[in-house]
C-alpha cells in the first residue's frame, strides 16, 4: 500500500541510452513532480504535473521529458543519457498548494 | 528566485542533547515550509509542515518553527536518540518547492 512508487529503484545504464523510470501515486492527489538529487544531496525541481498540464519546467534538457498518462502517473523519460545524468531521481505527489508533499524512495541512475 | 539555505551542513551530537538545525530563505512570499528526513539510500519522509499563517508545528520530540519575515525556520529535536541519525533537509513552497542542501545529523550513543 506504498502511496508514491517509483520502478526501478537502480538503473545502470550506457552513455547514449533512452531509458525511462515509472512512478503512480495511489493518494489521489493532483500534482506530481520529478526531482533530482546530486552528488551533494542537493535536491532540485525537474517537472511538476497538475492535471496532465505541466506547470513547471526547470531549465532541464530536452533530452527528459515527462509523460502522465493519468493523474495517478507521471513517468520520466531520458533520450540519449549523458554521464551527467547520474543522480537519484525521486517522484512525488501533493494534492494542492499548501499540502505536504509526498516522495517516492527514489530511482539511483547510474550511466557509464 | 527563491534560495534556500541550511546550516549546519553537519552535525555530531552525543544522545540525549536537545539540537537545533536552521533554514533560511531569501523570498518571504510563501504558502508552507516543510521538514524532512532522508535516510541513506532512502526517499523523503515529511517530518512537520508549517503553514505561512502558522508559527509552529510539534510532532513528538520535534517542533518546527517559522520566522516569515526574517526567512527563518528552525527544527528542534529534543533528548536526540541514534535513530534520529539521518539527513534533514527543509523545503519552502512558493509556486514550487525548493530545497535547501540538508543538514547531516549523526547522533553517537
Known amino acids: 500500500d506504498t502511496a508514491v512508487s517509483q520502478t526501478p529503484k537502480y538503473l545502470v545504464t550506457q552513455m547514449g541510452n533512452d531509458k525511462s523510470i515509472k512512478c503512480e501515486q495511489n493518494?489521489?492527489?493532483?500534482?506530481m513532480y520529478w526531482y533530482k538529487q546530486d552528488s551533494k544531496k542537493f535536491l532540485k525541481i525537474m517537472f511538476s504535473?497538475?492535471?496532465?498540464?505541466?506547470?513547471i519546467n526547470e531549465t532541464v534538457p530536452n533530452r527528459f521529458s515527462p509523460k502522465s498518462p493519468d493523474k495517478a502517473h507521471l513517468n520520466l523519460h531520458i533520450n540519449s543519457l549523458e554521464l551527467g545524468d547520474s543522480a537519484v531521481y525521486f517522484c512525488?505527489?501533493?494534492?494542492?498548494?499548501?499540502?505536504?508533499?509526498?516522495f517516492g524512495n527514489g530511482t539511483r541512475l547510474t550511466v557509464t | 528566485k527563491q534560495e534556500v539555505t541550511q546550516i549546519p551542513a553537519a552535525l555530531s551530537v552525543p544522545e540525549g542533547e536537545n539540537l537545533v538545525l536552521n533554514c533560511s530563505f531569501t523570498?518571504?512570499?510563501?504558502?508552507?515550509l516543510q521538514w524532512f528526513r532522508q535516510d541513506p539510500g532512502k526517499g523523503l519522509t515529511s517530518l512537520l509542515l508549517?503553514?505561512?499563517?502558522?508559527r509552529e508545528q510539534t510532532s513528538g520530540r520535534l517542533n518546527a518553527s517559522l520566522d516569515k519575515s526574517s526567512g527563518r525556520s528552525t527544527l528542534y529535536i529534543a533528548a536526540s536518540q541514534p535513530g534520529d541519525s539521518a539527513t534533514y533537509l527543509c523545503?519552502?513552497?512558493?509556486?514550487?518547492?525548493?530545497f535547501g542542501a540538508g543538514t547531516r545529523l549523526t547522533v553517537k550513543p
Open positions: 512525488a505527489s501533493s494534492q494542492v498548494d499548501g499540502s505536504p508533499l509526498h
Open positions: 508549517i503553514q505561512s499563517s502558522q
Open positions: 523570498d518571504s512570499a510563501i504558502y508552507n
Open positions: 504535473y497538475n492535471n496532465k498540464e505541466l506547470i
Open positions: 493518494l489521489g492527489h493532483d500534482t
Open positions: 523545503a519552502v513552497n512558493n509556486n514550487d518547492m525548493r
